[in-house]
């Protein structure tokens, strides 16, 4: 008989194009994926991978029952989930993807709470970006994924995957507390067009935003710094080396040398959506992380 768990990590190779790739999105080690696609070789009586290169790719029959296995965890996943819903049973183990903010603003402070709760429910915590959370989600590597998109700057949610709007939030520019717009209670993009930007990196969510914000003024930010964390964007602004546009969610007390001034034409808004595969709607762990989450207890 196929091993399911063998069947996933297949599809995890298939997926990031290595056993090492593979091993790190399913929390393996990479001698244990290619354990496991050996034992569904010698299960499968084929050869499911070839090597190509530094990489690995799917052989014919890989392919046939990735495809077709990729149906069967799908429905066994639904059957789960059903039979969960009819005894009412929070149980099981959940993997959450989550970008930075939201794991520190809605994750960290519910994760304790519902684990003391419900002591059959296990949870997997790990920080990815939107983009990457919603494809760990779909290829079934992740089970519950928090995403968010900025204004309409679009982020595609593939149709067997369910969303859920659970928090809106609202980015504030940070500037020096001696800075000329310190003293003002709200600002404009044409208010900023000559201002050096503290910015998330090229390709970013929040970069694209921040892009979107200067359409009307027929000027593009200036970037003067590029970090990943808005943690450092604190640090940058607070030492005088310009402005930045950060979320109020998960963001960390500011510091008497900075000053946060509302932005609005257009105010910098966010949804935050809860993502899982549709098979697991019924599942009453993922519909009590749910709850959790949109109340913040």
Not at 145 to 153: E, M, P, R, T, Y
Request: proline share 5%; glycine share 8%.
């Amino acid at each position: 008989m196929i091993d399911l768990v063998a069947l996933a990590s297949l599809r995890a190779v298939d997926t990031h194009g290595s056993v090492t790739s593979a091993a790190e999105a399913l929390g393996f080690t990479p001698s244990a994926v290619s354990q496991q696609v050996k034992r569904l070789e010698k299960q499968a009586g084929v050869a499911l991978l070839e090597r190509v290169g530094r990489g690995v790719m799917l052989t014919d029959n890989g392919r046939r029952l990735v495809d077709d296995g990729s149906r069967l965890l799908v429905d066994l996943e639904r059957l789960e989930s059903g039979l969960h819903r009819d005894t009412d049973r929070v149980a099981g183990r959940l993997r959450i993807a989550s970008f930075s903010t939201a794991m520190r603003g809605l994750v960290a402070p519910v994760v304790r709470s519902l684990l003391d709760e419900h002591r059959d429910l296990e949870l997997t915590l790990t920080e990815r970006e939107p983009w990457d959370t919603v494809d760990l989600v779909a290829t079934g590597q992740q089970d519950l994924g928090i995403v968010h998109s900025w204004g309409d700057v679009p982020l595609h949610i593939p149709d067997h995957l369910t969303g859920a709007t659970i928090a809106r939030d609202v980015a504030d520019v940070i500037v020096p507390r001696g800075h000329r717009l310190a003293g003002r209670t709200r600002v404009s993009p044409s208010d900023l067009v000559d201002e050096a930007w503290v910015a998330t990196p090229e390709g970013s969510i929040c970069r694209q935003w921040l892009m979107r914000m200067y359409d009307g003024t027929g000027r593009a930010p200036t970037i003067a710094h590029v970090a990943m964390e808005f943690d450092s964007h604190l640090a940058l602004v607070g030492a005088g080396l310009g402005i930045a546009l950060i979320p109020r969610l998960g963001r960390s007390p500011l510091g008497v040398d900075v000053v946060a001034v509302e932005a609005h034409r257009p105010v910098p808004t966010r949804e935050i959506t809860v993502v899982h595969r549709t098979s697991m709607a019924h599942s009453p762990a993922v519909q009590t992380v749910e709850r959790a989450l949109r109340s913040g207890r």
